[in-house]
């Protein structure tokens, strides 16, 4: 995160430069166009702007309600997908932070928004069979990277848009931890289907999503488990399954045991190119006794199913995997060096629950090191998008042509596109990958096209002047009430000086639906709010 600090002085000159390259914002006649090679200076903006301008009152259109708390939007930005005033609402309606996160964990009994029908129907060709899609790839139809394209963008889309936030947040978890890249040239096939299981297992037991990960058709083909044959089965998926999905490497495995590990998942394969269904086939089980740290089977059946199952149960309930687990759980949620003693904590719960996902989140919910995390994680791009779309009220539109918002939600974030990670363990959830200059950029570009209106096409964007609270009211009110709106705080000294220096007014500036800081200067302000650490971390 010390980009964010080191970059202070550099990044307005680079993000103006930057912004207009693609767009170029149109401005009402009579106000000259600044040029944007130099910061304006504010003819009569003090040095350092009266923190008192910045105190939220009714009477200058910022919210009269109760000041967020710290606690609601870390529950909000850590397990939900970002702050905006009706998510609060919808918060403090179910009473409490820890009371929303409670109902969240059942997602069933939250009601969706109407929203999410449209933009499941926009992709409807994400739910052919594994042989559809791989008959339309290989003739003139859709391609394999369209497919892995749409299933990006759908997820966003419901990233941005679901009521059952909770639930959005831990599939992005798990298909993180249980990656499988969406270029793989067999396993794309299964990928949306693969989706739907770690949302039916999301908050379950971690045995079960184990289980139901492990033998999916996706991870049979991606690991290379299908390839197996009786007397020399592929490894790799043993491997992977020791490696990234269970104990981890420090859990005392051995390469004995990874070969005993290929034994116990050999058999189960798919019927590649005819029905594309996954199947057992015991002429491809590998008998014999095999030995796994502490698990021990004579593996003497030619049907090797039980054997597996029992093998999966072990690991998922051994102890080295409940501090592999949750220790990646307290980094997503907490902070990029959680301490030992959450960890210990967590594991603790972990296994005496009987792995239950829910147990541990509500665990980690409450901890004194999670509710004193704020500010500690970086928002990655993809999150970043979200959040901004959320808190600037981005209505997507149906889409009509490749230009639409829908079907660049994949790529303006400005990183790979979701899913792309090319290895088995799963993009970073440091943050220190996410924290380079050439990102911040990227994301500031973002938060300007959106601000703007201007990019993607087929989205209502709001305007600056649909922000304003009242017809008239001063400039640091107006900031006042955009970071309640925006980043669920009030305004600072920093941010109103910021703020004045980008706009080229002062505090006292009255600000109406035509003045130029609600026009054409509006993603200027916005961008002075946005790309901050106050909106990019969490």
């Known amino acids: 995160m010390a980009i964010f600090g080191t970059l202070k002085r550099k990044r307005r000159k680079k993000r103006r430069r930057a912004h207009h390259v693609k767009v170029k914002p149109t401005r009402p006649k009579p106000k000259p166009k600044p040029k944007l090679t130099k910061a304006p200076t504010p003819k009569a903006a003090p040095t350092t702007p009266s923190p008192t301008a910045t105190t939220p009152k009714s009477s200058t259109g910022a919210s009269s309600a109760p000041a967020t708390t710290s606690r609601e939007r870390l529950h909000l930005n850590r397990f939900g997908t970002g702050f905006t005033q009706g998510a609060l609402t919808r918060l403090r309606t179910a009473g409490t932070p820890e009371s929303w996160l409670s109902k969240q964990l059942s997602p069933n009994t939250v009601p969706e928004s109407a929203k999410i029908a449209g933009i499941d129907g926009w992709f409807a060709d994400l739910r052919r069979t594994p042989a559809e899609k791989s008959a339309t790839s290989m003739g003139s139809g859709k391609k394999g990277w369209q497919y892995g394209h749409d299933l990006g963008n759908w997820s966003i889309l419901r990233r941005v848009y679901s009521e059952r936030s909770v639930l959005e947040t831990m599939v992005e978890f798990w298909t993180t931890v249980l990656h499988i890249p969406i270029g793989h040239d067999r396993a794309w096939v299964y990928q949306y289907d693969y989706d739907a299981t770690i949302r039916q297992y999301a908050f379950g037991r971690f045995e079960d999503l184990l289980t139901a990960c492990s033998l999916h058709p996706a991870m049979r083909v991606y690991l290379d488990n299908y390839r197996s044959v009786r007397g020399k089965p592929n490894e790799n998926q043993g491997r992977e399954l020791l490696e990234l999905h269970t104990v981890g490497r420090t859990g005392g495995y051995t390469e004995a045991m990874v070969k005993s590990s290929a034994v116990l998942l050999s058999g189960y394969t798919v019927d590649w190119g005819k029905t594309f269904d996954a199947k057992y086939d015991s002429a491809a089980h590998t008998t014999g006794p095999v030995k796994v740290l502490d698990f021990t089977h004579a593996n003497a059946s030619a049907d090797g199913q039980a054997a597996t199952l029992a093998y999966l149960k072990y690991l998922a309930n051994h102890p080295a995997t409940a501090r592999n687990l949750v220790t990646k759980l307290a980094t997503f949620f907490v902070s990029d060096t959680p301490s030992s003693g959450l960890v210990d904590s967590l594991a603790q719960v972990y296994l005496s629950s009987g792995t239950s996902i829910k147990a541990v989140l509500v665990e980690l919910a409450t901890s004194p090191e999670f509710l004193t995390s704020e500010g500690l994680k970086v928002a990655t791009p993809v999150q970043d998008l979200v959040a901004t779309a959320r808190a600037l009220d981005v209505q997507v539109q149906a889409p009509k042509d490749n230009n639409s918002w829908v079907n660049h939600a994949n790529y303006i974030h400005g990183a790979d596109r979701l899913f792309s990670w090319p290895r088995p363990d799963g993009p970073p959830i440091t943050g220190r990958?996410?924290?380079?200059?050439?990102?911040?950029?990227?994301?500031?570009?973002?938060?300007?096209?959106?601000?703007?209106?201007?990019?993607?096409?087929?989205?209502?964007?709001?305007?600056?002047?649909?922000?304003?609270?009242?017809?008239?009211?001063?400039?640091?009110?107006?900031?006042?009430?955009?970071?309640?709106?925006?980043?669920?705080?009030?305004?600072?000294?920093?941010?109103?000086?910021?703020?004045?220096?980008?706009?080229?007014?002062?505090?006292?500036?009255?600000?109406?639906?035509?003045?130029?800081?609600?026009?054409?200067?509006?993603?200027?302000?916005?961008?002075?709010?946005?790309?901050?650490?106050?909106?990019?971390?969490?």
């Open 433 to 538: 990958p996410w924290s380079s200059a050439s990102r911040l950029f990227a994301s500031y570009n973002m938060h300007h096209l959106q601000a703007g209106g201007w990019y993607p096409r087929e989205a209502t964007y709001r305007t600056g002047a649909s922000w304003l609270p009242t017809t008239t009211l001063r400039f640091d009110a107006f900031v006042n009430h955009l970071c309640h709106s925006w980043l669920g705080r009030p305004s600072d000294v920093r941010l109103l000086q910021a703020a004045c220096q980008t706009t080229g007014v002062t505090p006292a500036t009255a600000i109406t639906a035509t003045h130029a800081v609600a026009t054409w200067k509006f993603p200027r302000l916005a961008c002075a709010l946005l790309d901050t650490p106050d909106h990019m971390t969490t």
